[in-house]
């Protein structure tokens, strides 16, 4: 990594002889030793994580990790799912190893797999068996990744299914307490509360069946409501911004970071700049600054996000000038005059 000299030494002081104790009514308990792992909850935490995390990250590249939590994604040719298994559990024995080298418990009970295919029907072959350290990990219907629900068939419905029942119970408690605030509280109660809910990665998950975001929707006709219930007879309480009006424009602004920033993080999601148009046209001008559009064959790839924002920046492109703006305060300022036209 790079480290040597009185840094290389200051970090082994720091690193050892750590300990741990629990302090309950003022009586602490012994301490007890920590002889592997990084310090939580400190300024070179993340840092020191990502070192220690980065030689597993090498040793398997069909890893993708947020944190400690690890997803492996393998492609899968249907009339051989022996081979695929195969190179799975070569890649789960791989983690094992390195676990008991650098003393890390593997959380089996939360390991999950799953066979995406959109194909009706399952395979005519039995799959083999997936393994963690000797623990059979049964085949899912759906798995939770950073708390978004993906199930087999990339339909995110079962995730936008419950996440509009849990935000109608928030929507609820705030209703309880809506005798204590006026117009203005509850609205922005709800915003903390509850659309905070309906909109956390909703970007992944956008291409779910528009039906199924009717039901968030309607949870925020409920709140808008309940604002409208609690407004004085001459007060004007503006209202609620349409829940997909908010995920295009964040998704504008994420295509805007992907492009025109080049944000690392999000460089797999990068697009070609489209190639200039043969003749003279009134589009001709603004072709520098377009995106190339992926090509899809299905309606659920057409809704997700690379095509749907690269096509709603295309239009962006065509229709304004908001694509130059220089910085992204009133970029986001801009854009949300626009889909409001």
């Known amino acids: 990594m790079g480290v040597c000299g009185v840094l290389l030494y200051l970090l082994h002081d720091y690193l050892r002889d750590r300990s741990l104790s629990v302090l309950v009514d003022g009586q602490s308990s012994k301490d007890y030793p920590i002889g592997a792992g990084v310090p939580q909850g400190s300024l070179l935490g993340p840092l020191l994580w990502n070192v220690f995390f980065n030689d597993l990250l090498q040793l398997i590249p069909e890893v993708y990790a947020y944190a400690d939590d690890c997803t492996l994604t393998f492609p899968c040719d249907s009339t051989d799912h022996h081979a695929t298994v195969v190179l799975i559990n070569q890649a789960l024995e791989t983690i094992t190893s390195w676990g008991r080298r650098w003393q890390v418990d593997l959380a089996q009970d939360k390991t999950q797999v799953m066979l995406v295919t959109r194909r009706s029907s399952p395979p005519a072959i039995p799959i083999p068996p997936n393994h963690l350290d000797g623990l059979v990990l049964p085949l899912q219907t759906t798995v939770t990744i950073l708390g978004v629900e993906i199930d087999s068939t990339i339909s995110f419905t079962s995730h936008v299914k419950k996440t509009a029942s849990k935000a109608a119970g928030r929507l609820s408690c705030v209703k309880r307490v809506s005798h204590l ?19 956390y990665a909703s970007l992944n998950w956008s291409s779910c069946p528009p039906s199924y975001f009717g039901l968030l929707d309607n949870v925020q006709n409920r709140a808008q409501r309940l604002i409208n219930d609690k407004a004085l007879p001459d007060e004007q309480v503006p209202s609620l911004q349409p829940l997909q009006h908010r995920r295009d424009v964040a998704g504008l602004c994420a295509t805007d970071k992907i492009h025109r920033e080049g944000a690392p993080h999000l460089s797999a999601l990068r697009q070609p700049w489209a190639s200039p148009h043969p003749h003279s046209t009134r589009d001709a001008s603004t072709r520098v600054h377009q995106l190339s559009v992926p090509f899809t064959r299905t309606e659920t790839f057409l809704r997700s996000f690379v095509p749907r924002y690269t096509r709603l920046w295309n239009n962006l492109v065509r229709e304004t000038g908001i694509h130059e703006t220089p910085t992204m305060h009133s970029f986001k300022s801009d854009m949300n005059k626009w889909r409001k036209l």
């Open 181 to 199: 605030l006026d117009a203005r509280g509850v609205s922005k109660f709800y915003a903390v509360q509850v659309r905070s809910i309906m909109e």
